[in-house]
């Protein structure tokens, strides 16, 4: 109770910049926890579907068995790199055939890298204002502390009284924006750290994926260089043949020829 006394008396003789500063403060502090609580969640919910994707992704016949419309695998960071990865190889097997060429492998490891790179900023995603309020938070509250100190002791100049009685409410009202600042900043220190740590789990978790994605692709679909060979080497026995057909031999020259 005493505590929560000293609480009230601060907040009675805070000056209005002060508790304009401390308004600031504690809007940002329910920001600080709902993007805390919303990144404990979606973090989960990942880690959770994650899971069910690779049980699914384990069981399958084929690499491309899950469907990339699967709605209860929506929030898996996982599905969406081979979402990604399946809809890019879908288009270049629909364009080469059975098998597809080194750069139509390209085009699918780079739409691999973009799954990556989209899930990683949907995973990062307000971590940006945790790290605002640990370096910020102190800061505004020692600047509602400064400024209520030198109110106080212009106040005390003014009056010409040089008392701890005098200076007591002044000083307790303005130290509580530098409390309300910290209690942003170690809560706010404390879950960053424990987030950012289950993020990078989850993006390592994503980086071998896609290395053993772009491994199982390039052995499933990529065509051989002999088979690019032999497919060159026809290509250009039509391009002799048409070139012969479009010159019939009916007695006229062939251009170039004497």
């Not at 926890?33 to 699914?56: A, D, H, M, P, Y």
């Not at 992704?57 to 929030?75: F, M, R």
Request: net charge neutral; aromatic share 8%.
């Amino acid at each position: 109770m005493g505590h929560l006394g000293g609480l009230a008396f601060s907040l009675r003789h805070s000056t209005l910049e002060g508790q304009i500063i401390m308004f600031a403060l504690l809007i940002f502090s329910l920001v600080s926890w709902t993007v805390i609580i919303t990144k404990f969640r979606q973090l989960r919910r990942t880690r959770k579907r994650n899971e069910g994707f690779l049980s699914r992704y384990a069981a399958g016949n084929s690499s491309v068995d899950i469907s990339t419309q699967e709605k209860s695998l929506e929030g898996s960071s996982l599905f969406e790199v081979y979402r990604e990865a399946c809809e890019e190889l879908k288009r270049q097997l629909a364009k080469y055939g059975r098998k597809v060429p080194l750069h139509g492998m390209s085009a699918v490891r780079i739409a691999i890298e973009r799954g990556m790179g989209e899930a990683t900023v949907n995973l990062e995603s307000g971590m940006i204002i945790l790290a605002t309020a640990i370096s910020g938070g102190p800061f505004v509250g020692l600047l509602g502390t400064v400024w209520g100190v030198m109110d106080t002791f212009a106040g005390i100049a003014r009056s010409q009284q040089a008392s701890l009685t005098a200076m007591a409410p002044g000083v307790s009202a303005a130290l509580i924006n530098t409390v309300v600042g910290l209690s942003i900043a170690i809560p706010s220190l404390f879950c960053y750290n424990y987030l950012i740590t289950k993020i990078r789990e989850i993006t390592i978790e994503m980086d071998n994926f896609a290395a053993h994605l772009d491994n199982v692709f390039s052995t499933e679909y990529l065509r051989d260089r002999s088979e690019t060979g032999a497919t060159l080497a026809e290509h250009a026995g039509d391009s002799e043949m048409g070139q012969q057909s479009a010159y019939p031999l009916t007695g006229t020259a062939h251009p170039g020829t004497v």
